[in-house]
């Protein structure tokens, strides 16, 4: 109790300069006298409680009944009820923290602008240097900063800063509603949208150290799409779990692009389910439908000649994701041994106008650039499995394949190539965790994501939390 | 899209409200607790089992339908539900269960707490802010709980009211007999050293006088490692443990290997109602606890 004769001191000296008193010191002599009632407070409820524990131990009638703090903590919320833990600080009302660290090393074949064959290469976090997926060697991946906290009795927070070497990334801000009722919730902000199933999911809660192909091609290096908008979800109240959503939003990551205008630029919407089956299987299911739209989105072509050509897509696209994932434990308790099942097939749909262009002016096909019609019918899978067999380790196996399908590039098919392909790639992993906040992971894959390579690709990775314990998705 | 919304809505909204309150209990004891106090008048059910280590539930989709449509959430605290039950709260869509509404029932809240941390540091393994949070385990604590709880649900469902008065009254005398009876059956446990898995038992070493050596698990939540098993082993010539218990939901490797090496008994206790056969409500699951640590004993 050393707050007491600091507090006491603090008091004396404000009492003999009166007038040289601040309000900052005020203040503190206001803070500490709280901080003193408080103390005697909890230390009376305390007592209290041991006092009508003692009475109903040997017997006494209705002792309890009249344990002035006992009544009260029945009849309000929850926040005046007696309190045994800490004492209620300013500190208290600090959001919780937390910091995942995340690191690799990687040995793989050198290829600095790794894409995938028949597919438009996305953006994402492009890196100069070798940065991002085809970084070889020791590396940091993401390094992810969270703050999250409730902010009123209607709204909850959450941040997530992405930091990297010169530059912070806000993968996510946003709001939640707590009080609207109904089955409702309200996101706004920034955020991972709900659709698909890894969609939502941070790198540091991926089964494997790098996303399933399908995500890539979708969305980019990032494997998820994000959005800054307004999310709006409503929970049935069956007894099944059914969910839907429906989100807007800017649109300006990969497949859309960004564009200063009035209006959204995507919009998507999803439907989940989801039940158990006896004690230790638990399943989800989902299906959702994302729109984003596209001016000027810029990639590299090849043309007939094998030069570099620029394509600009303008027009529409949609894209379908299918989900499924389930869960299986010994009596539903996770802890010694426990399965995983996740698989997701999507269907992409581009429709619009490409631009074929010489940006370089190195004498192209495309020399006076050429517009004609784009119309793609593109689709991917992958299922993977994890079994946890003892509570430390982990093992297991993915599968990917996509498929280019059809790609109508109209009157440019004399300009650019266009490849067929069925990019495959198959993963192995087994991970250690030491406690819930600390893993290390050892994958293996054999990546065929490029035509006329087959790239055998180690990954040793850890990835460490520390901080506030996160509740984690299904 | 829109227009199945809001036929789903109106169909929802014409499901008559069922008339008992329902009540959503993270884990079987307060399930138990509210159906001794709320009879007929409830509907309870409860999340988890026995069987699953309640740090370690997932926020399953069966969960959220559950909380979406439940009126009473019974959990208790002391970040026991932390890594799964404050996302199944936000994502119910439910606002009357939210933290620091009625709906939103917190057990710890109303007890004194055991091995409250002098230091927050994972260092020192998965340590509970708020102390240890396996609080069931004291029968005493029932009366506190019992008495809140009871006030909670008449808050809730105020023409029932008196009826949970009345069931936490009648809970409570009875209660009260079964208690003074586990405390005289109970007596030879007085000072009995014994060893643990996991600070499970805190709360019923304390009240039964058991002397608790120490735990299995090297740290809070870290399995037990051979080094240290074989440690405890070494420890049990100077400070020799009478018997070594566990939960129905831990493993039994580890105090299987220290019983049969020490040659004392491996005890496995209900912990929770549903732990074991015998444990059907809360006065099974003492009478069975006493009953197995006095069969330890002798």
């Known amino acids: 109790m050393l707050h007491k004769p600091f507090a006491v ?27 003193m009632k408080k103390s005697y407070e909890q230390r009376i409820a305390a007592l209290e409680q041991k006092l009508a524990q003692a009475e109903a131990a040997t017997g006494k009638q209705n002792a309890q009944a009249t344990a002035p703090a006992a009544g009260a903590g029945g009849a309000v919320p929850s926040d ?20 995942i660290l995340q690191g690799q090393y990687a040995q793989m074949q050198n290829v600095p602008n790794r894409t995938i064959t028949g597919f438009w290469p996305a953006g994402g976090h492009d890196h100069e240097g070798g940065k991002g997926i085809s970084t070889r060697g020791f590396s940091l991946n993401h390094t992810e900063l969270v703050f999250s906290g409730g902010i009123d009795p209607y709204w909850r927070g959450q941040a997530i800063f992405a930091v990297q070497d010169e530059s912070v990334d806000v993968e996510e801000a946003w709001f939640q509603s707590l009080a609207i009722g109904e089955g409702i919730g309200l996101k706004g902000g920034r955020y991972r949208s709900g659709i698909g199933y890894l969609n939502e999911q941070h790198p540091h809660q991926w089964d494997f150290a790098n996303a399933p192909l399908m995500y890539v091609a979708m969305f980019g290096q990032e494997a998820s799409f994000r959005e800054d908008g307004l999310q709006f979800k409503w929970l049935a109240p069956t007894p099944m779990f059914v969910e839907f959503g429906t989100e807007i939003g800017r649109g300006a990551n990969f497949p859309g692009t960004d564009s200063n205008k009035n209006g959204t630029g995507a919009w998507a919407a999803y439907v989940h389910v989801g039940d158990d089956l006896g004690v230790s ?47 299986w ?9 426990n399965f ?7 269907v992409r749909k581009d429709q619009g106008s490409l631009t074929c262009t010489d940006e370089n002016a190195i004498g192209n096909a495309c020399a006076t650039s050429v517009t004609s019609d784009y119309d793609t019918r593109q689709s991917g899978w992958y299922a993977q499995g994890v079994y946890q067999f003892t509570p430390n380790w982990r093992a297991g196996l993915r599968y990917d394949q996509l498929d280019s399908g059809r790609q109508n590039i109209g009157v440019n098919t004399v300009n650019l190539v266009v490849e067929d392909y069925t990019p495959k790639r198959a993963t192995a992993m087994v991970d250690y965790s030491w406690s819930e906040f600390s893993r290390v992971r050892l ?7 490029m035509a006329g390579m087959t790239d055998n690709q180690w990954i040793v990775q850890y990835i460490m939390s520390l901080g506030a314990h996160g509740a984690h998705k299904f | 899209m829109i227009r199945l919304m809001t036929m789903l809505l109106l169909v929802a909204t014409c499901f008559p409200a069922t008339a008992a309150l329902q009540v959503f209990a993270t884990v079987p004891e307060w399930a138990a607790l509210a159906r001794e106090i709320g009879g007929d008048k409830v509907n309870v059910f409860s999340v988890t089992t026995a069987l699953q280590d309640p740090h370690r539930i997932e926020a399953r989709p069966s969960l959220l339908a559950k909380a979406r449509r439940a009126q009473l959430v019974v959990a208790t605290g002391a970040e026991l539900e932390v890594g799964w039950l404050p996302l199944v709260l936000r994502d119910s869509g439910n606002a009357e269960i939210q933290s620091g509404r009625p709906g939103y029932f917190e057990a710890a809240r109303y007890v004194s707490m055991l091995d409250v941390p002098v230091v927050l540091d994972r260092t020192h393994g998965d340590v509970h802010a708020a102390g240890n949070p396996h609080i069931q385990l004291d ?23 008196g009826a949970y008065q009345a069931g936490y009254k009648a809970f409570a005398e009875k209660w009260r007999l079964a208690i003074a009876r586990w405390e005289k059956e109970a007596a030879p446990l007085r000072g009995v050293p014994v060893l643990v898995h996991h600070a499970s038992f805190i709360y019923l070493s304390n009240w039964l006088g058991l002397k608790e050596i120490a735990t299995l698990e090297p740290k809070p939540g870290i399995e037990p490692t051979s080094g240290h098993l074989t440690g405890l082993l070494a420890r049990q010539q100077a400070t020799p443990a009478k018997m070594v218990l566990r939960t129905a939901y831990q493993s039994d490797g580890p105090s299987l290997w220290i019983a049969g090496k020490a040659g004392i008994p491996a005890v496995m206790l209900p912990f929770t109602v549903g732990g074991t056969p015998e444990a059907g409500d809360l006065f099974g699951l003492f009478d069975d606890t006493v009953r197995r640590l006095m069969k330890g004993l002798n």
């Not at chain 1, 001191?9 to 901080?35: F, K, Y």
């Not at chain 1, 030069?307 to 299918?322: E, H, P, R, V």
């Not at chain 1, 434990?329 to 041994?337: E, I, L, R, T, V």
């Open chain 1, 80 to 99: 005046n009820g007696p309190r045994s833990s800490l004492a209620a600080s300013a500190a208290a009302f600090n959001p919780e923290v937390s910091l």
């Open chain 1, 329 to 337: 434990a010994p009596d539903g308790n996770p802890k010694y041994q």
């Open chain 1, 340 to 346: 995983k099942f996740q698989s997701e097939y999507f």
């Open chain 1, 9 to 35: 001191a603090a008091l004396l000296a404000a009492s003999c300069g009166a007038q040289a008193a601040s309000d900052a010191d005020l203040a503190a002599i206001r803070s500490q006298i709280d901080e």
């Open chain 1, 281 to 327: 299987n638990s399943w989800r299911a989902g299906l959702s439908y994302l729109k984003t739209s596209s001016g000027d989105r810029e990639a590299e072509f090849v043309d007939i000649n094998g030069l570099q050509a620029q394509g600009l897509f303008n027009g529409n696209t949609s894209t379908w994701i299918a989900d499924f994932v389930w869960k």
């Open chain 1, 443 to 449: 994958q293996y894959a054999q990546d065929k994501a």
């Open chain 2, 139 to 161: 029968p005493r604590n029932l009366f506190r709980i019992g008495e809140a709880l009871a006030g909670r649900m008449g808050e809730l469902d105020p023409p029932n009211a």
